[in-house]
Every structure is written in structure tokens, then in C-alpha cells.
């Protein structure tokens, strides 16, 4: 771990410390200026909870998950905790998928609802009676292939992550993470029983920049679990 983590503790980091170790209520919500010092906040937390807890998680096959805005920051933070497997340090993209990734038939359900989605929206512009003609154009061409990829999807085996969208070849894109992942976490019981589960500490890095889709459904989560879970933004 890097030196950063060795400072002495401000009044801040001390009363973080104690309600990390609480038996209540532990979410919590550290706002500060650019250059603070927050970051250092967060890998100290960290540090601590690795401390005080990091047994008990191992032990249980838990992670703490810490959530960043870039794959610079993932960087730096693994930097500064090491390759300690308790950690699991990841963009939201990424922290996303790997939650939703095993339900593989509610995937196939959403690609399904999706495309049924976007024929609707190219179908009305067809109906408009002032849409121009190459634009209806386009539209039914749009249909055809949505239609296409609608008898495609059925024979997908599996969903994977990849920069764009590809749902006839199972790439599921950045841009459909960011929509199925809040829409999994806030909707779904279970998602939520499992998410707190794997990952009883939650850590969002520039929470400010954070999909606000993403926030919320995180905080929703925080009402139904409010004990035994702890949800901490660190943000301007």
C-alpha cells in the first residue's frame, strides 16, 4: 500500500473510521473541494476496513467495492491498495456488467424489449404525416433489421460486454450497461439481496460524475438495506 495510506488521520478520516465500525446505519456522503484530499480519504477507509473487517469478508467470500469515474483512477486506487482480491476496484461500466452478467435470460429479455422499443420509434415516424420520404425510408429499412435481429437474438448463447451494441452477435455495449444495470438494481428484489451480499461496502469515487441513473438506484438500494450494508459517495 503507498504512503498516502500511512498519514496521520484528519477529524474527518477518525469520525469515517468510527461509523464504518458502527453496528447502524453506516451509509454516508463525503463532499469536498477538487484537491481536498478525498481520494486519500477513500483508500484510508479502505485500508481500514481491511483492518477491522477484512477477515470476517474473506471468510465469507465478500468484497469491498469501490467505484470510480475513469480507468486512470481505477489505476490509481489499485496503486494504492495493492492486488488484495478483498478490493474489487472498477469503472461503472464494468462493476455493472459483472453484477448483471449472470442473468443471462433477463438480458435476452431486455435485447427483446429494446428492439420492440425502436421499431415502435421508427414505425412512428413512419405514421407522421409531415416525415419526408427518406426518412420513412430509412425507418422501414430500420424495421427490417430490428425485426431481423429480434429472430437473431433467439439463438445467442450468452451476453457478453463489448463497446457497441451487437445484440444478433450477444455484444451488449456501454451505452446499454449504463440503461439494464440501474434498471436491474432498482426493479429486482433479489438483484439487490445478491448486490449487498457480494459487495456489503460500496464505494463511489467522484459520485458527481457518477450516471445519475446508477446513484439512484444504489440509493434505493440503501433504504431496503439499511443495516448489515454500508453505500459511501465521496464527491465535490
Same mark, same amino acid.
Given at each position: 500500500? =503507498?504512503?498516502?495510506?500511512?498519514?496521520?488521520?484528519?477529524?474527518?478520516?477518525?469520525?469515517?473510521?468510527?461509523?464504518?465500525?458502527?453496528?447502524?446505519?453506516?451509509? $454516508?456522503?463525503?463532499?469536498?473541494?477538487?484537491? &481536498?484530499?478525498?481520494?486519500?480519504?477513500? *483508500?484510508?477507509?479502505?485500508?481500514?476496513?481491511?483492518?477491522?473487517?477484512?477477515?470476517?469478508?474473506?471468510?465469507?467470500? #465478500?468484497?469491498?467495492?469501490?467505484?470510480?469515474?475513469?480507468?486512470?483512477?481505477?489505476?490509481?486506487?489499485?496503486?494504492?491498495?495493492?492486488?488484495?482480491?478483498? %478490493?474489487?476496484?472498477?469503472?461503472?461500466? &464494468?462493476?455493472? !456488467?459483472?453484477?448483471?452478467?449472470?442473468?443471462?435470460?433477463?438480458?435476452?429479455? !431486455?435485447?427483446? @424489449?429494446?428492439?420492440?422499443?425502436?421499431?415502435?420509434?421508427? #414505425?412512428?415516424?413512419?405514421?407522421?404525416?409531415?416525415?419526408?420520404?427518406? =426518412?420513412?425510408?430509412?425507418?422501414?429499412?430500420?424495421?427490417?433489421?430490428?425485426?431481423? #435481429?429480434?429472430?437473431?437474438?433467439?439463438?445467442?448463447?450468452? %451476453?457478453?460486454?463489448?463497446?457497441?451494441?451487437?445484440?444478433? @452477435?450477444? *455484444?451488449?455495449?456501454? &451505452?446499454?450497461?449504463?440503461?439494464?444495470?440501474?434498471? $436491474?438494481?432498482?426493479?429486482?428484489?433479489?438483484?439487490?439481496?445478491?448486490?449487498?451480499?457480494? $459487495?456489503?461496502?460500496? %464505494? *463511489?469515487?467522484? &459520485? #458527481?460524475?457518477?450516471?445519475?441513473? %446508477?446513484?439512484?438506484?444504489?440509493?434505493?438500494?440503501?433504504?431496503?438495506?439499511?443495516?448489515?450494508?454500508?453505500?459511501?459517495?465521496?464527491?465535490?
Amino acid at each position: 500500500m =503507498t504512503s498516502r495510506i500511512g498519514k496521520p488521520n484528519t477529524d474527518t478520516d477518525t469520525a469515517l473510521h468510527e461509523r464504518l465500525a458502527g453496528d447502524g446505519n453506516r451509509h $454516508f456522503v463525503m463532499v469536498a473541494g477538487a484537491g &481536498s484530499g478525498k481520494t486519500t480519504s477513500l *483508500v484510508k477507509a479502505l485500508a481500514q476496513i481491511e483492518r477491522t473487517q477484512g477477515l470476517a469478508l474473506r471468510r465469507n467470500g #465478500q468484497q469491498v467495492a469501490c467505484i470510480t469515474y475513469t480507468e486512470v483512477a481505477v489505476e490509481e486506487i489499485r496503486g494504492d491498495v495493492g492486488n488484495d482480491e478483498l %478490493f474489487h476496484v472498477s469503472t461503472i461500466h &464494468s462493476f455493472l !456488467w459483472t453484477v448483471i452478467k449472470p442473468f443471462q435470460n433477463n438480458l435476452r429479455e !431486455w435485447v427483446s @424489449n429494446r428492439l420492440q422499443e425502436k421499431i415502435a420509434e421508427e #414505425q412512428e415516424k413512419i405514421d407522421k404525416p409531415r416525415t419526408r420520404e427518406a =426518412t420513412k425510408a430509412r425507418a422501414a429499412d430500420n424495421i427490417e433489421r430490428y425485426n431481423r #435481429q429480434l429472430t437473431e437474438i433467439d439463438a445467442v448463447k450468452s %451476453f457478453r460486454y463489448g463497446t457497441g451494441s451487437d445484440y444478433a @452477435n450477444g *455484444v451488449l455495449g456501454h &451505452s446499454d450497461i449504463l440503461k439494464i444495470g440501474p434498471e $436491474f438494481i432498482a426493479g429486482h428484489a433479489l438483484m439487490q439481496t445478491l448486490l449487498t451480499r457480494r $459487495f456489503p461496502v460500496i %464505494f *463511489v469515487d467522484e &459520485s #458527481q460524475d457518477t450516471d445519475p441513473a %446508477f446513484v439512484d438506484a444504489l440509493r434505493e438500494v440503501a433504504r431496503a438495506v439499511p443495516l448489515g450494508f454500508c453505500l459511501g459517495f465521496f464527491g465535490d
